[in-house]
């Protein structure tokens, strides 16, 4: 079955920083990019952040840039997101997803970690 | 990186069909052929049910259909059922490997 399943979140002070892991399972996970989406309570889905299959290519949205960093450890089928100077607007539940290979499409989807910044 | 336009809420009767829009710009929906469309249910992660603006991936039903003219793209659901009734996000690529997604559309199956 193909899966991936996110960890990491919790509760954390504003200005304070964590990390979120995403471990990919059932497909060759050095074959795809990965990217991280994010939804505060209530609102829409956000995109965060892009790495491709090598991490030669990372890309981020406006709101995180600078202050958030993707990578993978394609040994360990792992993907990360490491988020500093965190703010209350960054309270969300961060989803990884990996592309389905064709287009620009997020084919297969976690269950979600869920990141609270507050004091 | 502005979100894409969508109607906030769109409502149907079992059998029906309804369409839901999706406005963006030529830098994003009507610069490229990579919209696609994700269905959530509350408290699930979404689900891809459109990409490359009229594909459907498998296992996806055939009464979802997408289309798009311009800078805008749509979700068409023929034949509405109970199941449906979910929040809708579309979503475009951008240019330099990002993607902007819509505010979402909440389906009511009344």
């Known amino acids: 079955e193909v899966q991936l399943v996110e960890s990491g979140g919790g509760l954390v002070q504003p200005g304070g920083s964590l990390r979120l892991s995403c471990i990919g399972s059932g497909f060759t996970f050095t074959s795809y990019s990965m990217n991280w989406v994010r939804q505060a309570p209530g609102k829409g889905l956000e995109w965060v952040s892009y790495i491709n299959s090598n991490s030669r290519t990372i890309y981020y949205a406006d709101s995180v840039k600078g202050r958030f960093t993707i990578s993978r450890d394609n040994a360990k089928n792992s993907l990360y997101l490491q988020m500093n100077s965190l703010r209350d607007e960054d309270t969300a539940v961060y989803y990884c997803?990996?592309?389905?290979?064709?287009?620009?499409?997020?084919?297969?989807w976690g269950q979600g970690t869920l990141v609270t910044v507050s004091s | 990186q502005s979100a894409l336009t969508q109607p906030r809420s769109v409502s149907g009767s079992p059998g029906q069909s309804v369409t839901i829009s999706c406005t963006g710009t030529s830098s994003d929906v009507g610069g490229y052929n990579y919209v696609s469309w994700y269905q959530q249910h509350p408290g699930k992660a979404p689900k891809l049910m459109i990409y490359?603006?009229?594909k459907r991936p498998s296992g996806v039903p055939d009464r979802f259909s997408g289309s798009k003219s311009g800078n805008t793209a749509s979700l068409t659901i023929s034949g509405l059922q109970a199941e449906d009734e979910a929040d809708y996000y579309c979503?475009?690529?951008?240019?330099?490997?990002?993607?902007?997604f819509g505010g979402g559309t909440k389906l009511t199956v009344l």
């Open positions: 979503c475009s690529y951008a240019g330099t490997y990002t993607l902007v």
């Open positions: 997803a990996r592309e389905g290979g064709v287009g620009w499409e997020l084919l297969v």
């Open positions: 490359d603006v009229s």
